[in-house]
């Protein structure tokens, strides 16, 4: 008889200790889950945010924005001359700064010496609109009219009609791209910084006016171009000598050229539209853009800070949602399974009810039944860490694994006039192209930190700890007569 209680009471105690595990496991991989997934979309939007900044870059400095004058459209004006033979191929193209504002170069200086300022390196991005194509003349048609009928545009009623030009028009065909001006001599900040030579070579510190160049590797493979090749930007010839892999999966600059020429194609001789800067202390980067702003007027300092309120699309829906949902959702659910577990203890404690009033009989004190309860609540909160542990990691792998797509909008903020504020394709401050917003498409990952398996075990540790001091404070109210009772 003693024996079916006995084995009865264990089967008993092994279900109570596989809810209490699988109530704590839930919670805990949840927990690593939105973890991941939340560091998984921090890094892709620093991705996103270092497509436009540049390695190491904390802050940019560019013109603040101006009033547009009264009577101006805003909309990019483009003269062209045509030559005198319209049937042969027309070609031009036409050069501007990203925002049509830019800064003088000597602001890099002194940029650079002001307080908490690492370094500053001065780039200039341009926008290149080139238009292809031919003029098509029309042919001389003699029409016919009949008395009484109008004729053609050479006069009226009877006799033959004057000849009629037909079918004249013109055949272009208008492509832009994004040019940016780099500071040969300081690569490690700036534009070219978000990427890695894959081909060829970058520019050496001698090349300051060479008319060489480095395209993006989505541009060189658009255009068919590769190291070694040539191409022109109004009448001037430059060669490739490096093709560029961005660490972002979009580039959002096409061409890359040494600052002077950049210049010299722009007509912006000492000007730059961007300045890049490195605080010496990332924690102090607040500060040094208010000693910026306040010791050189006329310009817009932005932050990555700044700049990540202007991400949105899937990817900013998903890191809120995962933010504040997923993280409450998590935080709901760990309550709940230490609650279920502190329940399940202390109802498993009631029904060893024999047991502990046994031990208490035999000599046992309060304290020491409190510390076997506690001990085996432990064992079952490390179980379900274990469990948890291992279910996160696999739902962490499951999204990397399947890599889904977040699409990211970078539109412009209040004072640096968008992504090309910044050197990106999106237009500097002012004007029409500020308001234009760069597409990315960042893949998701999940990876998973030894924080957040510590923090994962500490949980699975502290559920344990709840449910045996719940249970424990149960034992250790029993006396040994309780036990006689349960037995009549």
Do not use: C
């Amino acid at each position: 008889m003693f024996g079916i209680y006995l084995k009865r009471e264990l089967s008993r105690r092994k279900k109570a200790a596989l809810v209490i595990a699988l109530g704590l496991a839930l919670g805990i991989a949840l927990v690593i889950t939105v973890n991941s997934v939340s560091a998984g979309m921090q890094q892709a939007q620093d991705k996103v945010l270092k497509s436009l900044y540049g390695l190491g870059t904390d802050m940019t400095v560019t013109k603040a924005r101006t009033a547009p004058t009264s009577g101006s459209s805003g909309r990019p004006k483009f003269d062209f001359d045509a030559k005198s033979d319209s049937s042969k191929t027309q070609s031009s193209d036409r050069v501007m700064t990203q925002g049509g504002q830019s800064l003088k170069s000597s602001l890099v200086t002194e940029v650079a010496a002001q307080k908490g300022v690492a370094s500053a390196v001065g780039a200039l991005s341009l926008n290149v609109t080139k238009v292809d194509g031919s003029f098509t003349q029309g042919k001389a048609k003699s029409t016919t009219s009949g008395s009484g009928q109008q004729g053609g545009p050479g006069g009226q009623g009877g006799g033959t009609g004057a000849p009629q030009v037909q079918g004249g028009g013109a055949s272009f065909d208008v492509n832009s791209y994004s040019v940016a001006g780099v500071d040969v001599t300081h690569q490690d900040l700036g534009p070219l910084a978000t990427s890695k030579i894959t081909t060829g070579r970058t520019f050496t510190a001698s090349q300051t006016s060479a008319k060489v160049a480095v395209l993006s590797k989505s541009y060189a493979k658009e255009n068919k171009y590769k190291v070694g090749s040539t191409f022109k930007i109004s009448g001037k010839k430059y060669e490739v000598i490096g093709i560029a892999t961005p660490d972002s999966s979009e580039s959002t600059t096409d061409v890359y050229l040494p600052l002077k020429q950049a210049q010299t194609l722009g007509d912006a001789k000492n000007k730059v539209t961007t300045i890049y800067v490195k605080a010496t202390d990332s924690k102090q980067i607040s500060t040094v853009k208010a000693t910026i702003q306040k010791n050189i007027s006329g310009t817009t300092v932005t932050t990555s800070a700044d700049l990540a309120d202007t991400v949105s699309g899937s990817l900013s829906t998903a890191s809120n949602l995962a933010t504040s949902v997923g993280k409450w959702l998590s935080v709901a659910v760990l309550i709940a399974a230490f609650l279920v577990a502190a329940l399940l203890t202390s109802s498993a404690v009631s029904r060893r009810v024999r047991e502990f009033g046994t031990l208490k009989a035999l000599g046992w004190p309060s304290r020491k039944v409190t510390r076997q309860v506690v001990g085996e609540s432990i064992v079952n909160g490390l179980l379900g860490g274990a469990l948890g542990i291992a279910l996160g990691l696999a739902a962490a792998y499951t999204v990397t694994a399947i890599s889904p797509k977040l699409t990211a909008e970078l539109g412009s903020t209040g004072g640096a006039g968008g992504p090309g504020g910044m050197g990106g394709p999106g237009g500097g401050p002012g004007g029409a192209a500020s308001a234009a917003k760069n597409t990315v498409d960042i893949a998701l990952t999940a990876p998973v930190s030894v924080t957040t398996i510590a923090l994962a075990a500490g949980l699975a540790i502290t559920g344990g700890l709840i449910a045996g001091a719940m249970g424990g404070w149960r034992a250790s109210r029993m006396r040994p007569a309780d036990a006689l009772r349960s037995v009549s």
